[in-house]
């Protein structure tokens, strides 16, 4: 079992749709939690920071971070053909060097 | 700021030669790190570092080295290349501390070895 599991999509919505990706985890002793975004051909952007477990919100992101089921998730309100990208989640634990776990990524297509 | 550069931006090598892989980052960061990214696989931990001089095995270290002489620069160094280590590699860097270890990534560098 891999430590962090996400669902490699593609997943194809219309423009303006609400998105939501998810990634699943094995290791409890995860503590920070990160989504990047990631356009073909780029390097990974940093896109939502969540320590521990709860909801933060910036603009049409929302991360959201249930620790009891090992479970994440980003919500993307309004989608934008300019949201087609890669997003991959990302974990750390404490004493980690700051070292990063990262899922697989979910491809995700916004269609105009 | 130029943030994170690398070079090249891509290379083709024969199996069995030689090649670095140059990193560098202009934020002062203490931490850097060394990706590589498969077709389908996220991104796996090759080589890191707290700071210069001093670096530690990630999860896929092996046909790799490094070096940190100086806090900006992070070389990559394939020996023998395989074709194995087709690939693309990020390089990143971060601050050193707590709420702020947002990895910063560099472009990558695309590396076909045949």
């Known amino acids: 079992q891999k430590e962090v599991e996400q669902d490699p999509g593609p997943l194809s919505v219309p423009e303006g749709a609400i998105v939501s990706l998810n990634c699943t985890y094995s290791?409890?002793?995860?503590?920070?939690f990160m989504w990047y975004r990631q356009y073909s051909r780029k390097g990974p952007e940093l896109l939502m920071y969540?320590?521990?477990?709860g909801n933060k919100e910036d603009g049409r992101f929302t991360a959201q971070v249930d620790k009891s089921s090992k479970y994440i998730s980003l919500f993307i309100r309004d989608s934008q053909p300019s949201d087609s990208a890669t997003y991959l989640c990302?974990?750390?634990?404490?004493?980690?060097?700051?070292?990063?776990?990262f899922g697989s990524g979910t491809r995700l297509l916004v269609r105009p | 700021n130029a943030g994170v550069t690398q070079t090249p931006k891509f290379r083709i090598l024969k199996i069995g030669q030689s090649m670095t892989l140059q990193c560098t980052q202009d934020?002062?960061?203490?931490?850097m790190y060394w990706y590589r990214q498969d077709p389908g696989m996220g991104l796996k931990l090759i080589y890191y570092?707290?700071?210069?001089?001093?670096?530690d095995k990630g999860e896929v270290p092996n046909g790799y080295n490094v070096s940190r002489s100086t806090t900006e620069d992070f070389p990559l160094r394939l020996e023998l290349a395989a074709p194995s280590q087709t690939s693309v590699y990020f390089c990143?860097?971060?601050?050193?501390?707590?709420?702020?270890?947002?990895?910063?990534f560099g472009p990558g560098t695309r590396l076909l070895v045949l």
């Open positions: 934020m002062n960061h203490n931490y």
């Open positions: 969540t320590y521990s477990s």
């Open positions: 990302a974990m750390s634990w404490m004493d980690s060097s700051y070292k990063l776990i």
């Open positions: 990143a860097s971060s601050y050193s501390y707590r709420g702020q270890e947002t990895q910063y």
């Open positions: 290791n409890s002793a995860f503590q920070y």
């Open positions: 570092s707290v700071g210069a001089g001093i670096t």
